[in-house]
């Protein structure tokens, strides 16, 4: 089975590629491949309020336009103490144009005087897969941590030099790749995802 993976997030491709490595007939192709093929493919707005609804409507979208199964994730922090901010603007916290750098010290300074026992969060994510023909899947993973007091490490992307694991006495971008590949959320949802697409090919 051919299928395509809705996402420029190199950090993201890396994973979903690995998790999907053993299965058996299956071809992965990023939306940069596709459009060697099909010329350039415009962004989708993601404008829905859960991580389920931009995920659907990602992969919907690539889906739609190549007619080949489609994947997509949409996947965020979820902060206790904000409220659960950033979620879904997770990518946007900040404003567009800034960086993970950014984005992580304004967690820092929103959460400044918040006592370590209230600074629960946790990285969420759902992956959708669209098959013409066969329907419309969703999977999720959740990875419980905290937010820690200052950034630290130099793995992965995003939010994880500030997301801290109690487990690991580390933040999420101080461990290894293939650690974090198999307790993210994104390895939990493609766990489930990975099972869905072997009894559809
Ligand atoms: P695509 O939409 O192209 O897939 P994106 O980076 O815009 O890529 P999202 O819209 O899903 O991805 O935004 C998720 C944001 O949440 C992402 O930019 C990161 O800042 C953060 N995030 C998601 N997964 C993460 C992870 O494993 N580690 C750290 N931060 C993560």
Do not use: W
Not at 15 to 20: S, V
Not at 45 to 73: H, V, W
Not at 110 to 118: C, F, H, I, Q, Y
Not at 122 to 134: Q, S, Y
């Amino acid at each position: 089975m051919k299928l395509l993976v809705a996402t420029r997030n190199k950090g993201k491709l890396k994973e979903i590629t690995q998790k999907f490595s053993s299965i058996p007939d299956i071809a992965l192709f990023s939306i940069e491949d596709i459009e060697k093929e099909i010329g350039s493919i415009s962004e989708v707005i993601e404008d829905g309020t859960t991580f389920a609804e931009n995920a659907l409507k990602k992969a919907r979208d690539l889906s739609q336009r190549t007619g080949y199964p489609a994947m997509a994730d949409d996947s965020g922090l979820v902060v206790d103490a904000l409220g659960g901010e950033p979620g879904v603007y997770s990518a946007r916290y900040a404003g567009d144009g800034a960086t993970d750098a950014e984005r992580n010290a304004l967690i820092l300074e929103k959460l400044k005087d918040v006592p370590a026992r209230e600074r629960k969060a946790r990285f969420v994510c759902v992956l959708a897969l669209v098959v013409p023909e066969k329907g419309e899947f969703l999977a999720e993973g959740i990875c419980e941590g905290e937010i820690s007091t200052e950034p630290k490490g130099s793995h992965g992307f995003g939010y994880d030099p500030i997301f801290y694991l109690p487990e690991y006495h580390a933040t999420m971008a101080e461990i290894p790749l293939e650690i974090k590949n198999t307790l993210s959320h994104r390895a939990r949802a493609l766990e489930k995802a990975a099972k869905i697409v072997q009894l559809l090919i």
